[in-house]
Antibody, heavy 118, light 106 residues
Framework: QVQLVQSGAEVKKPGASVKVSCKAS????????MHWVRQAPGQGLEWMGW????????NYAQKFQGRVTMTRDTSISTAYMELRRLRSDDTAVYYC???????????WGQGTTVTVSS | SYELTQPPSVSVSPGQTASITCSGE??????ASWYQQKPGQSPLLVIY???QRPSGIPERFSGSNSGNTATLTIGGTQAMDEADYYC?????????FGGGTKLTVL
């Protein structure tokens, strides 16, 4: 079955970086965009960007440009999201979600909790 | 930047029809999607391309999109439908989410 499995929870100090992975299975990894969406505690969904696993092309939300990098390793069907210069307000659950091109996100990962605290 | 606006909360009695709106400039010219999220769970796609239901989504979920407003309608609302609902659209190769609507079934 189609599945996205994310890496485990992280605790980071302010100023550090975090890299979250998202392993895809059950479908052709390069056939779907991979989005990253985060949700701060008690807040709504916030889109961070997408990567096209086929070309490696990316598009980041303006808010995160310069601080986020999305990459992929097609040999292991895994996408990555790295966020740098972490602040306390980056504390959130980070989700990966696939989408067939410029369409809806039809499969989501289980989420990765990132806590930023001194 | 493009914005999608949803009411923070909607209440409905069991068995009645719930409607959740999502407003954005010329939203009807784009495709709207809707996601359901229950506490502690990942979002679930319930409507795509304005009015299409993914496999496994009950028929009581329907959608429409015209002008500046997309609407998610849940007919015969059940207690299990109590959740947060988010609309989403694409704008200039980026993704925009609405702020979310908490649906209470009481």
């Amino acid at each position: 079955q189609v599945q996205l499995v994310q890496s485990g929870a992280e605790v980071k100090k302010p100023g550090a970086s975090v890299k979250v992975s998202c392993k895809a299975s059950g479908y052709t990894f390069t056939g779907y965009f991979m989005h990253w969406v985060r949700q701060a505690p008690g807040q709504g969904l916030e889109w961070m960007g997408w990567i096209n696993p086929d070309s490696g092309g990316t598009n980041y939300a303006q808010k995160f440009q310069g601080r986020v990098t999305m990459t992929r390793d097609t040999s292991i069907s895994t996408a990555y999201m790295e966020l740098r210069r972490l602040r306390s307000d980056d504390t959130a659950v980070y989700y990966c979600a696939r989408a067939p091109g410029y369409h809806s996100m039809d499969v989501w990962g289980q989420g990765t909790t990132v806590t930023v605290s001194s | 930047s493009y914005e999608l606006t949803q009411p923070p909360s909607v209440s409905v009695s069991p068995g009645q029809t719930a409607s959740i709106t999502c407003s954005g400039e010329k939203l009807g010219d784009k495709y709207a999607s809707w996601y359901q999220q229950k506490p502690g769970q990942s979002p679930l796609l319930v409507i795509y391309q304005d009015d299409q239901r993914p496999s496994g989504i009950p028929e009581r979920f329907s959608g429409s999109n015209s002008g500046n407003t997309a609407t998610l309608t849940i007919g015969g609302t059940q207690a299990m439908d109590e959740a947060d609902y988010y609309c989403q659209a694409w704008h200039s190769s980026t993704v925009v989410f609405g702020g979310g609507t908490k649906l209470t079934v009481l």
